[in-house]
T-cell receptor, first 111, second 113 residues
Framework: QKEVEQDPGPLSVPEGAIVSLNCTYSNSAFQYFMWYRQYSRKGPELLMYTYSSGNKEDGRFTAQVDKSSKYISLFIRDSQPSDSATYLCAMSEDSSYKLIFGSGTRLLVRP | DAGVTQSPTHLIKTRGQQVTLRCSPK?????VSWYQQALGQGPQFIFQYYEEEERQRGNFPDRFSGHQFPNYSSELNVNALLLGDSALYLC????????????FGPGTRLTVT
């Protein structure tokens, strides 16, 4: 079993829809949670960075962390065709500098 | 504000050869991490460098080695290349006080034939 599980998709939604992307994890020591967006053949772009549990909002993006369920989510409001990309979740423990990534969810926003 | 840069963009090598990839961190960052990303997978941590020392290493063989220079730039060296080393190699930079908030470069795509 992988430490971080992510549905590979693809997830196809119409423009303007609210998108929900999720990851589950097995390691209760994870404290840092990140979401990255990766366009084809490009490097990952950091979207959201959160520590421990709770919500964080930045523009159209909202990240949620539920440590009791070992479940994190990224919500995208008013989705745009330019949001079409692969979304990667990543996590890390305190005092471990490596990020553990999910395998990514491919999102397609249809015009 | 200059982001993370990597060179070269693409590279084709033959099995058994050696390769060196280069990375310049985001302006002001002092810590560099390297990741390997196979097609359809998430990045996997190779190692992290700070103050020219390897601070943590992932589950990669000794064929993978690195270096960090006084100006914080870094190199990744891979010896005795295998076909399975074909991947996108990503460099990420961060501040030592917050090593988890990592910003990635565009990557170097390595093909081993």
């Amino acid at each position: 079993q992988k430490e971080v599980e992510q549905d590979p998709g693809p997830l196809s939604v119409p423009e303007g829809a609210i998108v929900s992307l999720n990851c589950t994890y097995s390691n209760s020591a994870f404290q840092y949670f990140m979401w990255y967006r990766q366009y084809s053949r490009k490097g990952p772009e950091l979207l959201m960075y959160t520590y421990s549990s709770g919500n964080k909002e930045d523009g159209r993006f909202t990240a949620q962390v539920d440590k009791s369920s070992k479940y994190i989510s990224l919500f995208i409001r008013d989705s745009q065709p330019s949001d079409s990309a692969t979304y990667l979740c990543a996590m890390s423990e305190d005092s471990s500098y490596k990020l553990i990534f999910g395998s990514g969810t491919r999102l397609l926003v249809r015009p | 504000d200059a982001g993370v840069t990597q060179s070269p963009t693409h590279l084709i090598k033959t099995r058994g050869q050696q390769v060196t990839l280069r990375c310049s961190p985001k302006s002001g960052h002092d810590t560099v991490s390297w990741y390997q990303q196979a097609l359809g997978q998430g990045p996997q941590f190779i190692f992290q460098y700070y103050e020219e020392e390897e601070r943590q290493r992932g589950n990669f063989p000794d064929r993978f080695s690195g270096h960090q220079f006084p100006n914080y730039s870094s190199e990744l060296n891979v010896n005795a290349l295998l076909l399975g080393d074909s991947a996108l190699y990503l460099c990420a930079s961060s501040f030592v006080v917050n090593p988890y908030e990592q910003y990635f470069g565009p990557g170097t795509r390595l093909t081993v034939t």
